[in-house]
């Protein structure tokens, strides 16, 4: 299975420190840093977009900005994303009609490519095609648009399900993950999480983020003894 990646959602942050508290994450342990860009017409709010992701990537040199794109024609917003300097671009299943035309896209803006499906989205709507042109699935566990929502557990089959048919890819877990979820996230085969509150708002977010790497690769380990 792929490796164990944290990745703290800036939502969770304090957005007029930004970029200190992007690098406050790495320092702690984070390889990604979740950066969730709403429109307010695929969900019900506004966040922030390409302009606010230039001033992260100026101010914190080698970051990996993992952009969970929650905007209606997903297409649209792909150079913008590019251009500054987002490293993953993933889009809703639900935003778009032609799925593999927006992997194409991203694919030739050399970003790698996620899609991520709504806790009323059956893991099946991820065809095989789909898949295996992307890098990584998103399954959320709650619904898309605020943070601080409570984890949604029935979607966690979602995610065994995936990882049953992608034993080799990332797949991610985004909305309400802390040390009381991570279990069973983790024990379904998620290797990518996400994590805000529980993180940013923790006294030492560095040993949150170890304790989640930890509950990952403890589960990676007991699926591997079992197959």
């Known amino acids: ?32 840093l979740h950066m969730d860009v709403m429109d307010g017409h695929f969900v019900p709010n506004i966040t922030m977009g390409a302009p606010i992701l230039s001033c992260v990537t100026k101010g914190v040199p080698g970051i990996f900005m993992d952009c969970h794109m929650m905007v209606a024609q997903p297409e649209k917003w792909v150079n913008d994303i590019a251009d500054a300097g987002g490293a993953l671009y993933c889009f809703h299943l639900e935003a778009t009609s032609d799925p593999l035309s927006v992997i194409k896209l991203i694919r030739d803006r050399n970003m790698k490519v996620g ?80 994590a805000g509150t529980a993180i940013f708002g923790a006294e030492n977010p560095e040993e949150v983020i170890t304790n989640l790497k930890d509950a990952v690769n403890t589960a990676q380990a007991k699926i591997a003894a079992r197959s």
């Open 115 to 194: 899609v991520a499906i709504s806790p009323d989205t059956p893991s099946t709507a991820v065809t095989d095609e789909i898949a295996n042109a992307a890098d990584m699935l998103l399954v959320m566990t709650v619904y898309p648009g605020r943070g601080g929502q409570k984890f949604l557990e029935r979607c966690v089959p979602k995610v065994a399900e995936l990882r049953a048919r992608f034993p080799e890819k990332d797949i991610e877990v985004d909305g309400g993950v802390g040390p009381k979820t991570i279990g069973v996230c983790a024990e379904a085969g998620s290797n990518v999480i996400v």
């Open 1 to 32: 299975m792929p490796r164990a990646i944290i990745s703290p959602s800036v939502l969770a942050s304090d957005f007029g420190q930004l970029t200190a508290e992007c690098k406050r994450m790495m320092k702690g342990g984070a390889e990604w």
